[in-house]
C-alpha cells in the first residue's frame, strides 16, 4: 500500500497561483498513474490531473484544468506536484491526491486532502 500526504493548500485570489506537493512512501508505486481530483462543497469528487510514474511522463488534464494546471513529478523524491495558476473562486475545493487510475473508481490510494480556496 502506497501512502500519500498533501501540502501546499491555502488561500489565494482570484489569479493567483498555488503549488501544491503530494509525497508518496510505502509500497513500490512505479506502475501507478498518479492523480489529483478535487471535491467542492456539496459536489462529487472529480478528476483534475494525472501523469504515469514511469515511461514516457504521459500528462492527462481535465477540460478545466488544461492550459492552467501542470502536473508534474520528482522520481527521486517520491513527490509529485500539481502548478495551479490563474486560479479562479470555482477551483475552491479540497485537492486530493491519489494512486492508480484516472477515475474515482480506480483509485486505490488517497491522502488526507489540502485545502485550497479561491477569493473573488
Known amino acids: 500500500q502506497v501512502q500519500l500526504v498533501e501540502s501546499g493548500g491555502g488561500l489565494v485570489q482570484a489569479g493567483g497561483s498555488l503549488r501544491l506537493s503530494c509525497a508518496a512512501s510505502?509500497?513500490?508505486?512505479?506502475?501507478?498513474?498518479m492523480a489529483w481530483f478535487r471535491q467542492a462543497p456539496g459536489k462529487e469528487r472529480e478528476f483534475v490531473a494525472a501523469?504515469?510514474?514511469?515511461?514516457?511522463?504521459?500528462?492527462y488534464y481535465a477540460d478545466s484544468a488544461k492550459g492552467r494546471f501542470t502536473i508534474s513529478m520528482d522520481n527521486a523524491k517520491k513527490s509529485m506536484y500539481l502548478q495551479m495558476n490563474s486560479l479562479k473562486p470555482e477551483d475552491t475545493a479540497v485537492y486530493y491526491c491519489?494512486?492508480?487510475?484516472?477515475?474515482?473508481?480506480?483509485?486505490?490510494?488517497w491522502g488526507q486532502g489540502t485545502q485550497v480556496t479561491v477569493s473573488s
Open positions: 510505502g509500497r513500490t508505486f512505479s506502475s501507478y498513474i
Open positions: 491519489a494512486a492508480g487510475g484516472l477515475a474515482v473508481r480506480d483509485v486505490e490510494a
Open positions: 501523469i504515469r510514474w514511469s515511461g514516457g511522463r504521459t500528462a
